[in-house]
């Protein structure tokens, strides 16, 4: 989309925070976008301690994420998220649909972690374990390996012939085997994983896994490939809901202008007080090693993902001149204009926002740490049978039939026994049901039809009962759940009853 200018003169300097742009003077009828056009970025590679970490987090990332399918646990895939059998298993824990509710606590832990990791440091999660990070460092170190460094990856984009060409296939082809393996994968969260290693070696994927992992694979090859800096600027939308979570005293990557202002080039012997300069020297690194190209001494920008590259690289340049590192560093606004050391920040973290933010995580992770820890692993819905709601039995008894469906979600199979006591306005209460114990496998289901009979001591149409299902096998500690439900008296027993009272 573009619209006419309507004056060369008028056009308005660029916006603090977004880099130095030359204004072009143009025509009063030349047309202008009202998009900016992407700009290819090259980062260079880096090496420091945040490199470091960056790559430690990202070797741990995918070892968990491409090895965890393939463990076993009591002969069955360690975590497996049988979306056809409605069982999530966790290791040694199944979840069922009824336990969806841990579902939200995880998503909650998420959040406040998320606040409260941003509220310290900014976006670490973006800079060091995100998955559009993590997938963009693995590509970009394959792009290194085979195209070269970043001069030589320009070089290359700006030549012709069959080795770029080659070159070019050769990175794609990878790139795109990284992909599939990382599609294979996710699916294998879902569908038994080695199932899906045989289905692969002959080509039988059904239409389900073959959707995801084709769809999974594009979205990586497409994120991590081509996109890049692309989804962390327009498509995600923490960059822009983040200032929300920052104050001044949260830690993020300053430059400070006060050490390194006015900038300039100079030699290393010489003397930069002398020639009325900082310690910048405007050698750019840190914008060469920025993933999303952003200069960081223009001021702290919604762009800046938090990797520290430019800490990494600004370092590097320090050391060779001779100056102290941490021209660009971890700060916060308060200790850039108030000159703290590095005490009064780590103070200052202790904050109000901070100590609420981990009060409220550590009371949520502790509660569900709890209620998964009692968790009971039996559960038992109780559904009377409306095709016949009463009867009376041969023996003057009033009959109601109910469906009962009984989980087992424990990891071993349990024998139960199932037993209806009676009320106050029901008496000489029996169960008719299958041979007692019953038996349920591990981490299964099964329907139960019972018949309940009871002499009514009252006139009431609905009585409330309670079915009680007990473990009797021995192992792990006993099991016990009550689950309450309604016995139905036909209307003529109640006007009878109703007589009789009378």
């Given at each position: ?45 880096v090496h420091g301690w945040f490199a470091r970490w960056r790559w430690t987090l990202v070797f ?331 009867r009376e039995s041969e023996d003057d008894r009033i009959e109601n039939v109910y469906q009962l ?46 018949r309940v009979q009871a002499r009514p001591h009252d006139a009431q149409r609905s009585q409330s ?38």
């Amino acid at each position: 989309m573009s619209v006419p200018s309507p004056d060369a003169s008028a056009a308005a300097p660029a916006a603090p925070g977004t880099g130095s742009r030359k204004v072009i003077p143009v025509a009063p009828d030349t047309e202008q976008s009202l998009y900016e056009v992407r700009r290819k970025i090259y980062p260079r590679a880096v090496h420091g301690w945040f490199a470091r970490w960056r790559w430690t987090l990202v070797f741990a990332t995918q070892i968990v994420f491409y090895g965890l399918p393939w463990l076993t646990w009591d002969a069955r895939q360690a975590v497996l998220f049988d979306l056809e059998a409605r069982q999530f298993h966790i290791f040694g824990l199944t979840l069922w649909p009824q336990d969806i509710i841990y579902l939200a606590v995880l998503l909650v832990v998420s959040a406040f972690s998320l606040f409260l990791f941003t509220a310290v440091a900014g976006r670490l999660w973006c800079g060091y374990a995100c998955p559009q990070t993590v997938y963009t460092e693995i590509f970009l170190w394959v792009e290194r390996r085979i195209e070269g460094d970043r001069a030589a990856r320009m070089k290359l984009d700006r030549s012709k012939g069959v080795r770029k060409v080659a070159l070019k296939i050769a990175k794609h082809g990878a790139w795109i085997a990284i992909a599939l393996w990382t599609g294979f994968t996710f699916v294998g969260y879902f569908t038994p994983i080695r199932d899906l290693a045989r289905a692969s070696l002959s080509f039988s994927y059904g239409p389900w896994e073959t959707f995801w992992v084709f769809f999974y694979a594009f979205a990586t090859y497409g994120n991590a490939g081509w996109m890049r800096e692309q989804v962390c600027k327009y498509m995600c939308p923490y960059a822009r809901f983040q200032s929300a979570m920052f104050d001044r005293d949260t830690l993020v990557i300053t430059y400070d202008p006060v050490r390194g202002e006015p900038r300039g080039g100079r030699s290393k012997s010489a003397d930069a007080k002398s020639l009325g300069l900082g310690d910048c020297v405007d050698c750019d690194i840190c914008v060469q090693v920025c993933p999303t190209g952003i200069d960081i001494r223009d001021g702290l920008q919604y762009e800046c993902i938090g990797c520290a590259a430019c800490i990494d690289g600004c370092n590097q340049v320090m050391r060779k001149m001779g100056y102290a590192e941490g021209l660009i560093r971890y700060s916060t606004e308060n200790a850039l204009e108030k000159g703290w050391s590095g005490g009064e920040i780590l103070r200052r973290t202790l904050r109000p926002r901070v100590l609420v933010y981990s009060a409220i995580l550590a009371a949520i992770v502790a509660a569900a740490g709890v209620s998964l820890w009692m968790r009971v692993p039996i559960k038992m819905d109780v559904i009377r049978d409306r095709a016949a709601l009463a009867r009376e039995s041969e023996d003057d008894r009033i009959e109601n039939v109910y469906q009962l469906r009984i989980m087992n979600t424990d990891t071993r199979a349990h024998r139960f026994t199932l037993e209806v006591p009676d009320t106050e306005h029901l008496r000489d209460v029996r169960l008719l049901a299958e041979s007692q114990p019953m038996q349920i496998a591990a981490t299964a289901a099964k329907v139960v039809a019972v018949r309940v009979q009871a002499r009514p001591h009252d006139a009431q149409r609905s009585q409330s009962i309670e079915f009680v299902l007990a473990t009797v096998d021995g192992t792990g500690r006993p099991v016990v759940v009550h689950e309450k439900s309604r016995f139905l008296v036909p209307p003529s027993m109640v006007h009878e009853e109703s007589r009789h009272e009378h």
